[in-house]
């Protein structure tokens, strides 16, 4: 999978958590995923087409980081998941997926984004529905972690 493809998402992703949580978590070692088991608690995921390519992306949170964002967004902190914390990182998913998709246009790659969807719950899946390597890429944070995962295949 090209560099040129992902380090958008990762910028994006931390400019998103900089600017609006005032939160800096470290990138791990990206790896393949083989599998589409989650690794947190609530996802984020939306589709993406265009004449040079097609893919899915996510974003999954543990629940712990998750309620740290929302305390640092919104200044409310839920003890679970719920209704609130489910719409936020649909629209987190949905800016980072815009801040990526701005700078890959800039590069001349073109696409439209579908409307994010959020999964929640222990060991759910993710099912890109796309034919391509899947990536993930790891964050860690003092609250907890997220997973960047990323599908792409030629259009």
């Known amino acids: ?42 996802t984020g995921l939306l589709g993406m087409t265009g004449p040079q390519l097609k893919g899915s992306f996510s974003i999954t949170f543990e629940a712990p980081l998750a309620l740290d964002i929302m305390s640092k967004m919104l200044g409310e902190k839920p003890t679970t998941i719920n209704a609130e914390v489910i719409d936020l990182v649909g629209e987190l998913t949905n800016m980072v997926a815009g801040g990526a998709k701005n700078t890959l246009g800039e590069s ?23 034919d391509g390597p899947k990536l993930i890429l790891p964050f860690k944070g003092e609250a907890g972690r997220a997973f960047i995962e990323i599908c792409f295949e030629k259009a």
């Open 1 to 42: 999978m090209n560099a040129e493809f992902i380090n958008p998402f990762i910028a994006a992703f931390k400019n998103v958590l900089e600017t609006m949580a005032m939160m800096t978590l470290t990138a791990e070692a990206p790896k393949k995923k083989e599998d589409d088991l989650a690794c947190g608690d609530v």
């Open 108 to 130: 001349g790659f073109d696409f439209g984004m579908a409307t994010p969807v959020v999964v929640s719950g222990k060991n759910h899946t993710i099912s890109h529905r796309v």
